[in-house]
Nanobody
Framework: VQFVESGGGLVQPGGSLRLSCAAS????????MAWYRQAPGKQRELVATIASSRSTMYADSVKGRFTISRENAKNTVYLQMNSLKPEDTAVYYC???????????WGQGTQVTVSS
């Protein structure tokens, strides 16, 4: 199982980024996927999930600003982030989401920094 996250960077408050996560080593299309993030000194938190049915859920802190999507043909999950705030600064990871819990394998993540 492997996850390769990309698309992070430095952006000003109010800006946008689109994260991508290429997954391999399992049957991507049947799994619920999720984006997680970890800010310095804080625990990793769930940001958004997308089921195999493409139903979605979002943390209250990102609802209305972030959109999760998936492309099964490419084994890829995306996170469109708009109206970014400094408190969105974190390393972002993707993983499976089974019973509300992530899988055992993690990628390297992608750093998102929101600062003026």
């Amino acid at each position: 199982v492997q996850f390769v996250e990309s698309g992070g960077g430095l952006v000003q408050p109010g800006g946008s980024l689109r994260l991508s996560c290429a997954a391999s080593g399992f049957i991507f299309s049947i799994y619920s996927m999720a984006w997680y993030r970890q800010a310095p000194g804080k625990q990793r938190e769930l940001v958004a999930t997308i089921a195999s049915s493409r139903s979605t859920m979002y943390a209250d802190s990102v609802k209305g600003r972030f959109t999760i999507s998936r492309e099964n043909a490419k084994n890829t999950v995306y996170l469109q982030m708009n109206s970014l705030k400094p408190e969105d600064t974190a390393v972002y990871y993707c993983n499976t989401n089974v019973g509300g819990r992530p899988g055992d394998y993690w990628g390297q993540g992608t750093q998102v920094t929101v600062s003026s």
